[in-house]
């Protein structure tokens, strides 16, 4: 019986390892799209607003991670994500957003209102809620992932 509890304690530590990949690699996405804007024309012209803005914003996060903690730096890139896409047996409804409230009871009873059932579901809640659920309609009936995807974000603001 330990052995067993073993295990699933070193999944749930995988789990929250590859969360925090996943994360660090889109804070990287962040920093290279921001370091191609702020490469500056080699003209004798000012710089684009647009420039100005990417600059101040990269040093502002470096500014930020030097004086917080990682949850911190994140929470401005995940303050909600909502990705709702049409699967074989149903919907993805992918979520993450800071943790904090009720706001995987308020999910899952968006999708009881709207007639889905959760048939599996993959929730971490370390640095803040990640949630992977394919849900299927109880009911034959036209529904959008676009629908589904309002419904949930609206969910989570009112957290």
Known sequence: MDALLCI???KLKLE???TELANLIAVKREYLSLMKELQLPKVNSPPS???VISFLTFFFLLEKMKHS???D???IYFQKEVEVEKGEKGFIVRVI???GGDKLVSVLEVFEEMGLTVSHARVSC???LSMEAIVVA???RALHAKSIAQAVTKAIERQ
């Open 8 to 10: 699933y304690k070193l």
């Open 16 to 18: 929250a390892m590859r």
């Open 49 to 51: 607003l647009s420039v």
């Open 69 to 71: 903690t990682f949850y």
């Open 73 to 75: 730096t994140l929470s």
């Open 97 to 99: 957003c800071e943790k």
């Open 126 to 128: 370390n640095l803040h």
């Open 138 to 140: 109880e009911e034959e």
